[in-house]
């Protein structure tokens, strides 16, 4: 990714890096170049997993996909995750694509203009998906806009869109044209509800239709992500959508860090779950490669994470009543997207820098595999968590706490 001084449009060459983990393009990188190939094989099994007993095995993809990859300049990896055969079912396949990106103009220019570029960028990274076969694709989350949301000025809501809006038609050719699913993370406006907005995933079908949308359960207020300034929390539920390659569900950026979030996506059936998102380095990337991967093993399903990419420069400073000093910037949008499987296997990550395409296959038999192996399912007691949840949102709740009698006891 070439470093955009974004106010002013010119590229910084010196710092095209910026972002990168120490001129590395990711800690994967990182360890692979610096460590003794023995010591690295069992770094990353430790980081990584093993799937079915062995590292996860790299794919190779078509020439014109890596033409695409080294034309538009994007990262490429691919990585397969196997299942135990099994006598009575046949394999389920499933080709999925992650697509991470930084925005194409300065946050400057016309609106309209700033969202044409992200299309244009966008689009080799679907055609290289479609040129590789992905069934199933997701963008990162708001991917049509620059991640405005920090500055709290409401003249970004003008980048909402109805579901069936422009995006949504541009995505639906390509689905239809690639025979694959898409999932679109857009600013949604609700035009039969007032105009209303919400940070909305909207599934497009294998044949260009409109499958349905789920709106982001959990709306941030933390640091510059002033997110509630904008959109409400959403009333979709947690719903799985039943797609010609799997049934699947959307849990938005934010709600990765709710367990029951990924529970009730994991409760209605979901084989694979998304997590488009935006998030920054300072605030979160500890927590990236935990949170997904822990609700790929607790729930026995996939989990494909997206993150942007990019530092994106706002014209306006703006504060967030953190007592840092007026700024411009998010921060750095560390990319570095992944796919975390049932098995607590995972890939490496995307570039932390650069714009990229990672693509997995995966044998979703693994989900049930894992369930029958770990019995996560029959052991969780939902109906002890039923109860005291229950209990919890009364307003007379009283935790349970049994107190030390000696505790309170006034020495002779
Ligand atoms: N987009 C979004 O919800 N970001 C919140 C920050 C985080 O969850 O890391």
Same mark, same amino acid.
């Given at each position: 990714?070439?470093?955009?001084?974004?106010?002013?449009?010119?590229?910084?060459?010196?710092?095209?890096?910026?972002?990168?983990? *120490?001129?590395?393009?990711?800690?994967? %990188?990182?360890?692979?170049?610096? #460590?003794?190939?023995?010591?690295?094989?069992?770094?990353?099994?430790? #980081?990584?997993?093993?799937? *079915?007993?062995?590292?996860?095995?790299?794919? !190779?993809?078509?020439?014109? &996909?890596?033409?695409?990859?080294?034309?538009?300049?994007?990262?490429?990896?691919?990585?397969?995750?196997?299942?135990?055969? +099994?006598?009575?079912?046949?394999?389920?396949?499933?080709?999925?694509?992650?697509?991470?990106?930084?925005?194409?103009?300065?946050?400057?220019?016309?609106?309209?203009? /700033?969202?044409?570029?992200?299309?244009?960028?966008?689009?080799?990274?679907? =055609?290289?998906?479609?040129?590789?076969?992905?069934?199933?694709?997701?963008?990162?989350?708001?991917?049509?806009?620059?991640?405005?949301?920090?500055?709290?000025?409401?003249?970004?809501?003008?980048?909402?869109?109805?579901?069936?809006?422009?995006?949504?038609?541009?995505? /639906?050719?390509?689905?239809?044209?690639?025979?694959?699913?898409?999932?679109?993370?857009?600013?949604?406006?609700?035009?039969? %509800?007032?105009?209303?907005?919400?940070?909305? &995933?909207?599934?497009?079908?294998?044949?260009?239709?409109?499958?349905?949308?789920?709106?982001?359960?959990?709306?941030?207020?933390?640091?510059?992500?002033?997110?509630?300034? $904008? $959109?409400?929390?959403?009333?979709?539920?947690?719903?799985?959508?039943?797609?010609?390659?799997?049934?699947?569900?959307?849990?938005?950026? $934010?709600?990765?860090?709710?367990?029951?979030?990924?529970?009730?996506?994991?409760?209605?059936?979901?084989?694979?779950?998304?997590? @488009?998102?935006?998030?920054?380095? +300072? #605030?979160?990337? @500890?927590?990236?490669?935990?949170?997904?991967?822990?609700?790929?093993?607790?729930? !026995?399903?996939?989990?494909?994470?997206?993150?942007?990419?990019?530092? +994106?420069?706002? @014209?306006?400073?703006?504060?967030?009543?953190?007592?840092?000093?007026?700024?411009? =910037?998010?921060? %750095?949008?560390?990319?570095?997207?992944?796919?975390?499987?049932?098995?607590?296997? *995972?890939?490496?990550?995307?570039?932390?820098?650069?714009?990229?395409?990672?693509?997995?296959?995966?044998?979703?038999?693994?989900?049930?595999? #894992?369930?029958?192996?770990?019995?996560?399912?029959?052991?969780?007691?939902?109906?002890? $968590?039923?109860?005291?949840?229950?209990?919890?949102?009364? @307003?007379?709740?009283?935790?349970?706490?049994?107190?030390?009698?000696?505790?309170?006891?006034?020495?002779?």
């Amino acid at each position: 990714m070439e470093k955009t001084d974004a106010i002013d449009g010119k590229v910084d060459e010196a710092s095209s890096r910026e972002g990168s983990v *120490c001129g590395y393009d990711s800690l994967h %990188h990182l360890l692979s170049a610096n #460590l003794k190939p023995h010591l690295f094989q069992e770094v990353s099994r430790i #980081l990584l997993g093993l799937n *079915c007993g062995k590292a996860l095995e790299t794919i !190779s993809l078509p020439e014109s &996909a890596k033409a695409l990859s080294s034309g538009h300049d994007f990262d490429l990896q691919a990585y397969c995750f196997l299942a135990d055969k +099994e006598l009575l079912r046949e394999p389920r396949i499933v080709r999925v694509g992650l697509i991470q990106n930084s925005i194409a103009l300065p946050t400057t220019a016309h609106f309209l203009d /700033q969202k044409r570029a992200i299309f244009e960028k966008v689009k080799p990274m679907i =055609d290289a998906a479609g040129a590789s076969g992905v069934n199933v694709l997701c963008l990162q989350e708001a991917w049509t806009m620059p991640f405005a949301f920090c500055t709290r000025e409401k003249r970004w809501c003008e980048f909402a869109e109805p579901v069936d809006g422009e995006s949504t038609r541009f995505i /639906q050719d390509l689905a239809r044209k690639y025979n694959m699913v898409i999932i679109s993370p857009i600013l949604e406006r609700d035009v039969n %509800h007032g105009d209303t907005i919400w940070n909305t &995933a909207v599934i497009i079908g294998n044949n260009g239709n409109i499958i349905g949308k789920h709106r982001k359960n959990h709306i941030p207020r933390v640091g510059d992500f002033n997110e509630s300034t $904008y $959109y409400m929390e959403g009333n979709t539920g947690h719903p799985v959508f039943e797609t010609a390659y799997g049934k699947i569900a959307v849990n938005i950026c $934010y709600g990765r860090h709710h367990p029951l979030n990924w529970l009730a996506f994991g409760l209605n059936g979901a084989e694979i779950v998304f997590n @488009p998102s935006a998030t920054v380095g +300072e #605030l979160s990337e @500890p927590m990236w490669p935990i949170e997904a991967r822990n609700a790929a093993i607790a729930n !026995s399903y996939f989990v494909g994470s997206i993150n942007r990419v990019g530092t +994106e420069v706002f @014209p306006n400073p703006f504060t967030s009543g953190d007592g840092k000093p007026a700024h411009a =910037d998010f921060g %750095h949008f560390y990319g570095s997207s992944h796919v975390s499987a049932p098995d607590a296997s *995972c890939t490496p990550s995307l570039s932390r820098h650069r714009d990229g395409l990672l693509i997995s296959d995966m044998d979703l038999n693994l989900c049930r595999q #894992l369930k029958d192996k770990w019995g996560f399912r029959m052991t969780a007691r939902y109906d002890l $968590y039923a109860d005291l949840l229950a209990r919890y949102v009364k @307003p007379d709740f009283e935790p349970q706490v049994i107190s030390d009698p000696l505790l309170h006891k006034k020495s002779p």
